[in-house]
């Protein structure tokens, strides 16, 4: 965001501008990622008012089966397929019945997935594919935006995401009837918000200030030590939510001209960021990191590099080493969704072994262009050699 950015007349509205850059139907803006996934949620229970079951990947945000719970929903993990996070098609097969509504496949770290096993088996259940492109805005597969695969895509603008108001959500349908009943299903159930988005614009305003390499450890890094200090993983990496953190409101008129004016920059943003990525997966790569990658047929983008260390061990020496450091290196999810406590009453599913695998191995390693590529060797190094 640039300051400027609130007071610029924008080229084209932002949501506009995001159906000619993606090629997507105009969208429908909620307050959030998660609000966007909720009236989703509440559009296909009501079209399908004998169905209530939303399998879920076994690794993702946890604040994706709360938002199944707040639609009325009962979440299902699904293992994923083992050494990444998609979910498992066999495994898929075994989670889904005659009252499966939604199978929500993701596209975690702004990697593009090959969806097309996944929604197979559950359009084979007669359930409704919807694609959490969360943290994917930008990507592509197949030569067409993520979220058009599936049934139903949405996006978040929250911080973090490369388009950032704060907070914010993007969501659509390719087929031209379920995008009409998602629109009339926003107007009934996100509210105008007033006060949530005078936070939300004095959020992103401090935001603004506080985005740089000075400020960010008080920003950042102050939360992430306090929790560490407490031995608070979950807290740590801010993976601790309640239906409380899921407002549904209208997004204001100031944040989408924030937005509008962004999106303007953000394509030469990502392909700086995707080159960056090239050079860097390989640093990481030479060093004898694993590095996760698009499937073949996708192009991602480079927010950072999700790494699998050999194991559990040897990740956590390697957070140990430089979780505080400030560098950029963390965990995406500390746990598969089972094992967050808070979660019990809100995730049904089996044992997920590969979820659990991966969340016990992966770390996380910033992409940002504030750290110069022979400090992200020396980092690379560090990482693999903890």
């Given at each position: 965001m640039h300051m400027g950015d609130c007071f610029r007349a924008p080229e084209k509205p932002f949501t506009a501008g995001l159906r000619d850059w993606l090629g997507i139907p105009e969208p429908i803006?909620?307050?959030?990622?998660?609000?966007?996934?909720?009236?989703?949620?509440?559009?296909?229970?009501?079209r399908n008012p004998g169905r209530s079951r939303v399998v879920v990947p076994a690794y993702t945000c946890p604040l994706v089966p709360l938002a199944v719970r707040l639609a009325g929903l009962r979440a299902v993990a699904c293992d994923t397929l083992p050494g990444g996070f998609g979910i498992d098609p066999g495994a898929l097969g075994r989670c889904c019945d005659e009252t499966a509504l939604a199978v929500v496949p993701a596209h975690l770290g702004g990697r593009a997935s090959d969806i097309s096993a996944v929604s197979a088996v559950a359009h084979d259940y007669g359930a409704v594919v919807i694609e959490d492109a969360a943290q994917a805005?930008?990507?592509?597969?197949?030569?067409?935006?993520?979220?058009?695969?599936?049934?139903?895509?949405?996006?978040?603008?929250?911080?973090?995401?490369?388009l950032t108001t704060y907070e914010g959500g993007v969501l659509f349908s390719r087929d031209p009837d379920l995008h009409a009943e998602l629109q009339g299903t926003a107007s009934r159930v996100l509210?105008?918000?007033?006060?949530?988005?005078?936070?939300?614009?004095?959020?992103?305003?401090?935001?603004?200030?506080?985005y740089n390499p000075a400020l960010l450890p008080?920003?950042?890094?102050?939360?992430?030590?306090?929790?560490?200090?407490?031995?608070?993983?979950?807290?740590a990496?801010?993976?601790?939510?309640?239906?409380?953190?899921?407002?549904?409101?209208?997004?204001?008129p100031l944040r989408l001209r924030v937005a509008a004016n962004a999106l303007e920059r953000l394509p030469a943003f990502l392909?700086?960021?995707?080159?960056?990525?090239?050079?860097?997966?390989?640093?990481?790569?030479?060093?004898?990191?694993?590095?996760?990658?698009?499937?073949?047929?996708?192009?991602?983008?480079?927010?950072?590099?999700?790494?699998?260390?050999?194991d559990r061990d040897r990740r956590d020496r390697a957070l140990g080493a430089l979780w505080r450091s400030?560098?950029?290196?963390?965990?995406?999810?500390?746990?598969?969704?089972?094992?967050?406590?808070?979660?019990?009453?809100?995730?049904?599913?089996?044992?997920?072994p590969a979820a659990r695998d991966l969340a016990g191995r992966m770390l996380t390693v910033t992409n940002t262009h504030w750290l110069d590529d022979a400090a992200f060797a020396r980092l690379a190094g560090e990482i693999c050699h903890a």
């Open positions: 803006m909620a307050c959030s990622g998660t609000a966007a996934f909720v009236v989703a949620l509440r559009t296909l229970a009501r805005l930008g990507a592509s597969f197949g030569g067409r935006s993520v979220g058009l695969s599936g049934d139903i895509g949405f996006f978040s603008l929250a911080v973090g995401k490369g509210r105008p918000g007033l006060l949530w988005n005078a936070r939300r614009v004095l959020e992103l305003l401090g935001y603004a200030v506080a008080l920003a950042y890094g102050r939360p992430l030590r306090r929790g560490l200090d407490r031995g608070d993983e979950i807290a990496v801010g993976d601790a939510f309640t239906l409380d953190d899921i407002p549904l409101h209208r997004m204001d392909e700086a960021g995707r080159d960056r990525a090239v050079r860097r997966a390989g640093m990481l790569e030479r060093a004898g990191a694993e590095v996760l990658r698009d499937d073949p047929g996708g192009e991602g983008i480079w927010p950072f590099f999700m790494v699998l260390m050999p400030g560098l950029g290196v963390s965990k995406l999810f500390v746990r598969a969704l089972p094992d967050y406590p808070y979660l019990a009453d809100a995730v049904e599913g089996g044992p997920c």
